[in-house]
Nanobody
Framework: QVQLVESGGGLVQAGGSLRLSCAASGRTDRRYTMGWFRQAPGKERAFVAADSRNGRTTVYADSVQGRFTISRDNAKNTLYLQMNSLKPEDTAVYYC???????????????????WGQGTQVTVSS
């Protein structure tokens, strides 16, 4: 089992940048598919980006492609989400997720991830 803790959220103006971090602890000796999701008020949790277990494949939601970058530092057991050119519609609680069972292509469905962090709020003002 792995525990996930997100950090780095905050308030930023439109056009600004933030970097989210997700620190993993517990069974970090295993290679997990890891992803970022977000949930805005009144909306369902939505896929943002994911990184495959072997680190060779990353996928992004169309709405963030070219603006967000997912990466991980295995030595620090930390997943990152660099968010540039932020827009008000990016406002949401951002969650980190992990799973051992997903294959080489990262999954986009939240239901396929077993482990979740508590979330970090990102607010983008116009």
């Amino acid at each position: 089992q792995v525990q996930l803790v997100e950090s780095g959220g905050g308030l930023v103006q439109a056009g600004g940048s933030l970097r989210l971090s997700c620190a993993a602890s517990g069974r970090t000796d295993r290679r997990y598919t890891m992803g970022w999701f977000r949930q805005a008020p009144g909306k369902e949790r939505a896929f943002v980006a994911a990184d495959s277990r072997n680190g060779r494949t990353t996928v992004y939601a169309d709405s963030v492609q070219g603006r967000f970058t997912i990466s991980r530092d295995n030595a620090k057991n930390t997943l990152y989400l660099q968010m540039n050119s932020l827009k008000p519609e990016d406002t949401a609680v951002y969650y980190c997720a992990a799973d051992l069972r997903i294959g080489t292509i990262p999954a986009r469905a939240p239901s396929l991830y077993a482990y979740w962090g508590q979330g970090t709020q990102v607010t983008v003002s116009s």
